[in-house]
């Protein structure tokens, strides 16, 4: 029988993540066992102390074992954390070693959301493809440049190393390693009976570009907010290191350097927020949008948008609109 270590955290980090993993896993091995296995799973709780509060005590999690006490597991599935990252790492210093060893020794990791904070101070991540929630994208390349992170991608798998985008889409990272673990047709019967959608590739569509600006470089804040602010316009890039008085090689070492994306990039990201967010509460036009936008050409647009979302503009204002699509 395998061995599935679910961490329990210390600290007030995310319940949904634990209960979701461990009620998956279980009814996976309950099907399992239904058509005539053996159980393939001891799915155990494991954590630093007897009982983790949640909600001011609301709630509580009593882990089933000390992570002091597994010598060896097969999978570890991280949960997310909360949003104060530093504080959750510092409180949880006693797992990162622990974590560590046990890859070294052959245990598959899987992290969820801003899990993978955790997994990250492991340095298992390092050179490897990574992704959590898009809102902490910034923060993680900050703390972890050595990760190549993909905040589009809504689930990563390297090296027998997991990861996942964030919110409520670790569910589909938990039938992603159920169909893995045991095999296709449970997968899809724990897809059924908890109504998960399979086979989902990208968070691109929920994500939400607020734009890269914890850094120091303060004539690259203000080409930012020229480019957020002139969004109707056809920026060349040469122009605008011109008008800011940098030369256009370093301009683009240093746009890069300060916000993880090109120029150009940077606002195609800008130009295609603004239109979601038109798509989703106005009666315009999609091309009406297109124009305000800066974009004349209905393809280029079309190709832009479906990179940042995964859909056309008229299949992101159909799903998000609430008075459907116009043409």
């Known amino acids: 029988m395998k061995h599935l270590t679910i961490l329990v955290p210390a600290g007030e980090n995310n319940l949904s993540s634990i209960v979701g993993t461990y009620k998956l896993f279980s009814r996976a091995n309950a099907y399992w066992k239904e058509r005539g296995n053996e159980t393939l799973f001891k799915v155990e709780l494991a954590g630093l102390s007897?009982?983790?509060d949640f909600y001011d005590g609301l709630f509580s999690v009593k882990p089933h074992?000390?992570?002091?006490?597994?010598?060896?597991t097969n999978l570890i599935v991280i949960p997310s954390l909360n949003h104060n990252y530093r504080e959750a790492l510092a409180n949880n210093q006693e797992l990162i070693p622990w974590i560590e060893k046990q890859y070294k020794e052959g245990a598959e990791v899987a992290s969820i959301c801003t899990g993978a904070f955790l997994l990250a101070s492991s340095g298992l991540l390092d050179g490897k493809s990574c992704s959590t929630h898009w809102s902490a994208a910034e923060n993680f390349r900050n703390l972890f440049p050595k990760?190549?992170?993909?905040?589009?991608?809504?689930?990563?798998?390297?090296?027998?190393?997991y990861?996942?985008?964030?919110?409520?889409?670790?569910?589909?990272?938990?039938?992603?390693?159920i169909e893995k673990y045991f095999d296709r047709e449970t997968a899809i019967f724990c897809s059924k009976v908890f109504q998960i959608e399979p086979d989902r590739k990208s968070q691109s569509t929920f994500a939400i570009f607020r734009g890269q600006k914890q850094h120091n470089d303060e004539i690259i804040?203000?080409?930012?907010?020229y480019m957020e602010e002139n969004l109707q316009e056809k920026i060349s890039m040469e122009e605008l290191s011109s008008k800011f008085s940098v030369g256009r090689r370093n301009f683009d070492r240093r746009f890069i350097k300060a916000t993880g994306n090109t120029p150009i990039e940077y606002v195609q990201r800008v130009k295609i927020e603004s239109a979601k967010k038109a798509l989703e509460i106005s009666r315009?036009?999609?091309?009406?949008?297109?124009y305000e936008v800066g974009y004349s050409d209905v393809k280029a647009f079309r190709e832009v948008f479906r990179k940042f979302t995964g859909m056309s503009p008229i299949e992101y204002k159909g799903r998000y609109n609430k008075d459907g699509v116009f043409f």
Do not use: P
């Not at 074992?65 to 060896?72: A, F, G, L, P, Q």
């Not at 990760?147 to 190393?161: A, F, K, P, S, Y």
């Not at 315009?284 to 297109?290: F, H, Q, S, Y």
């Open 147 to 161: 990760v190549n992170l993909q905040t589009d991608q809504l689930i990563t798998d390297e090296h027998g190393i």
């Open 163 to 177: 990861t996942n985008g964030g919110a409520y889409s670790f569910l589909n990272l938990i039938i992603y390693l």
């Open 221 to 225: 804040k203000e080409v930012q907010t």
């Open 65 to 72: 074992t000390s992570v002091t006490s597994i010598s060896k």
């Open 284 to 290: 315009k036009t999609v091309n009406e949008i297109m």
């Open 50 to 52: 007897d009982q983790v």
